[in-house]
């Protein structure tokens, strides 16, 4: 047999090997994502065996009520419930103030599942709709990641976020919040942005807008995306990199997906109207003006294209000046320059703290700590840069969008260590590329440097090679269907002669390969400590999912030399205020726990987290900040009956009412000014010893918080705040403590009634002998 007809026999058998290669890796790697969600979905799950299949936190249990609503009447009562139960006694309207996303998704889920007669509770579906969805997450990280730097680094990626504590903080069975839903619906919508930057598809555009529509439904951050989006699109324009893809990607998004954010009850107008939206606007013009530009150019001479290249960019300077001049104005006319607070408080950190003490007082609004960045994405921190390196070799369209992505999640995350969520996809998706790329470099030098497998590597080499150019032969023939069959022989003589070229080129490859390489010592090395960190990557993991972040904010335990305790004041006290309390009594306490005592007592709430009404918890602040009569008069004006705080000295519970306190006092001041702060403080410190201000001791935070708190050990020793009290014996006068639960965390008090008046007693001031009388008797602190 000839050489060339043994060349030409061993092309099919290249393409069969090859076609089985691809099968057998499709198949491997569809097993290793299955176990990647199992993973995801198994890891979170330690909060319901340590503990109990129970909702955590505080906002979770408002979508858990807001879910149990939805299944229990219909969507039609939902999109019109007024919740008087909550904010009295102005109330709120439920379904044009929440983001419906989480709940119509869980509804969606119970709905199913009791169509298919699996009678699963409300509660149960919403305890592991988050493992579920991170498991999804992890499945869209693969597809991202995917398009960027190819199916290796996307496998890498996917473990990493299956295991990342960052995200397993906001994930974890029982944690029913909207990040839920939301993260795995930002991962997908970004890989649909990239898909199409890469097919120019429109098909995947419009799934890109529904995807974006239900970020939106899902979640306020969805305007991390409509800014990012837009942000990658001009660097792209400016860059030079501007295509009909670009397009396809950017405009229907714009249009198609603002359109869907607008049909949103709680964003409504707000897509169109505020400034957070306007970046996406300004781009879709300028990406217009390009397009129009680059038609031009296609169909005109080069003068007559100067000529029309002056027109174009005059007329569209002139249209984006009208533009901007527009939103000048609409922007001029909001006092916070069409910008929420939030978004504020992310564009300048101090904001929050000067102007909305609100926000501030939020802990997860806080910036994060180094040792938190360790603590969230742990080795990843270190893998990042790496990523980035690997992002620029060679730098795409995809790769530049992973490289904003992180740069810009870094920043938001050193604002808000609540964004570190949002951190979490960009850091995994980075790392996992620079792990992919690491192991490959490592992998390719051993197997280079091993004897026996350099000639095997380099007879795979070639066929690798032929194949791929086989493969775009046949891409060209595709291309250029419409050549006649005169050029054939000619295409076939060519083939032969390319043929004769290749095995030289081959040669000439693996030769740079092998002169790439790097020592065998060196590769195997890099290996071990490769492993070695991912094993202790997956040590932090598991413990973080394991004892950080499983125990529920409601039930909370500590261990001792006696033993593991359990304190279950929270629900204790829900329990006494459902069962000993008239349905229609209104209960004070901090925003903390308005939607707990909702959810689990069914009581109206005076304020609750959603923070809607500044004014409305500044009055509550306010009355927690006065003396006793004055916020007994406050609390019977809003029709209060009972008073719940929160008290950790007993048992050394630092997140308590006294250390939120002055929160309390900044927020009730900067509405009503007599509430000052230098009042609360001796010598710019904070305290509760008998070193405390007379103002300090006097507030009725104070006296309930300290109320009968000598009893316990005879000297009211503060465990959070190490120190005994300063004020340690006073009674009550307007209210009346009815419960305290057995670790003295949760204490209810209720306020009594006003007193009669006295029939016939004139006022002291009438006459002196009166006065006289009158000091005989008890003072009637009404009059």
């Not at 938001?412 to 992919?436: D, E, H, N, Q, W």
Request: proline share 4%.
């Amino acid at each position: 047999m000839s050489a060339p007809e043994a060349s030409s026999a061993a092309v099919p058998t290249l393409t069969t090997n090859n076609t089985l290669r691809n099968a057998f890796g499709g198949v491997l790697s569809f097993f290793i994502l299955l176990l990647i969600g199992v993973l995801a979905f198994s890891i979170r799950l330690f909060s319901v065996i340590k503990y109990e299949s129970v909702i955590h936190e505080f906002d979770p249990y408002f979508n858990y009520r807001v879910t149990q609503f939805l299944t229990k009447n219909g969507i039609y009562e939902f999109w019109n419930w007024f919740d008087d139960r909550t904010w009295y006694p102005l109330g709120r309207v439920i379904g044009g103030t929440v983001y419906p996303g989480l709940t119509l998704t869980a509804g969606t889920i119970w709905w199913l599942l009791n169509s298919l007669n699996i009678p699963l509770s409300v509660e149960t579906v919403c305890v592991f709709t988050a493992p579920i969805f991170s498991a999804f997450a992890s499945w869209a990280t693969y597809l991202l990641t995917k398009e960027v730097k190819g199916a290796g680094a996307g496998l890498t990626a996917a473990v990493l976020l299956a295991m990342v504590p960052s995200y397993i903080s906001r994930s974890v069975a029982g944690s029913y919040d909207n990040e839920a839903v939301a993260i795995f619906a930002l991962i997908f919508t970004f890989y649909l942005y990239i898909k199409t930057l890469n097919t120019g598809s429109l098909f995947y555009a419009t799934l890109n807008s529904i995807a974006y529509f239900y970020m939106v439904c899902s979640w306020g951050g969805y305007t991390f995306i409509i800014n990012l989006i837009p942000m990658h699109v001009l660097l792209c324009i400016v860059t030079g990199r501007y295509s009909s893809r670009l397009y396809i990607a950017y405009a229907p998004l714009v249009v198609l997906g603002t359109l869907l954010a607008a049909l949103v009850p709680v964003v409504g107008f707000n897509a169109v109207m505020t400034s957070e939206h306007f970046a996406s606007f300004l781009v879709f013009i300028i990406i217009h003006v390009v397009a129009l530009v680059y038609y031009i150019k296609g169909i005109l001479s080069p003068k007559m294209f100067k000529v029309a290249v002056t027109l174009v960019v005059s007329v569209g300077l002139a249209v984006c000046c009208a533009v901007i001049a527009v939103l000048i104005a609409l922007v001029a006319s909001s006092p916070t320059k069409g910008w929420s607070g939030r978004s504020l408080s992310l564009l300048d950190p101090t904001y929050a703290s000067k102007y909305i003490p609100i926000i501030a007082s939020v802990s997860e609004h806080q910036p994060p700590t180094w040792p938190s960045y360790f603590m969230d994405i742990n080795v990843l921190a270190f893998l990042v840069p790496a990523g980035i390196i690997a992002c620029f070799l060679p730098l795409s369209d995809a790769s530049s969008f992973v490289v904003l992505y992180i740069v810009t999640s870094v920043y938001f995350s050193g604002v808000m260590v609540r964004l570190m969520l949002v951190l979490a996809p960009a850091a995994c998706i980075t790392s996992g590329i620079a792990l992919s790329q690491a192991f490959d470099v490592f992998t390719r030098s051993i197997k280079f440097q091993l004897p026996g497998v350099s000639s095997k590597t380099e007879v795979d080499a070639g066929e690798t090679s032929s194949a791929t150019k086989e493969a775009q032969n046949d891409a060209v023939k595709t291309e250029k269907a419409e050549e006649t069959s005169k050029d054939r022989p000619s295409r076939k003589s060519k083939k032969k002669e390319r043929e004769h070229v290749e095995k030289p080129s081959t040669k000439t490859k693996a030769e740079k390969k092998r002169l790439l390489a790097l020592p065998l010592e060196a590769s195997v090395i890099s290996l071990l400590l490769l492993v070695f960190l991912g094993a202790f990557y997956v040590v932090h993991c598991v413990w973080a999912a394991a004892e950080a972040y499983s125990a529920p904010s409601i039930v909370l335990t500590s261990h001792s030399h006696d033993g593991l305790h359990v304190f279950d004041d929270f629900r204790e006290a829900y329990a006494w205020l459902r069962h000993n309390t008239d349905v229609d009594d209104k209960v004070a306490s901090w925003w903390d726990y308005g939607y707990q005592t909702t959810a689990m007592a069914n009581r109206t709430v005076i304020v609750d987290n959603n923070t809607w009404n500044n004014t409305h918890i500044a009055t509550v602040g306010t009355a927690m900040s006065s003396p006793e009569k004055a916020a007994w008069e406050i609390f019977h004006s809003l029709d209060v009956k009972y008073v719940l705080v929160v008290f950790g000295g007993l048992v050394g519970y630092p997140s308590d009412d006294i250390n939120k306190f002055l929160w309390m006092v900044r927020i009730g001041g900067g509405v009503f000014p007599h509430i000052k702060e230098p009042d609360y403080l001796r010598d710019g410190q904070y305290r509760i010893d008998s070193q405390a201000t007379p103002t300090m001791l006097n507030c009725l935070m104070y006296k309930l918080s300290y109320y009968r708190f000598v009893e316990t050990d005879g000297k009211g020793f503060d465990r959070v705040r190490r120190t005994e009290i300063g004020k340690k014996y006073f009674k009550l006068t307007h209210f009346e403590e009815v419960f305290t639960t057995h670790h003295w965390m949760v204490r209810i008090y209720k306020l009594k009634p006003q007193k009669n008046r006295i029939r016939g007693k004139t006022k002291k001031s009438k006459s002196k002998t009166s006065s006289k009388s009158s000091g005989t008797r008890k003072k009637n602190p009404w009059l």
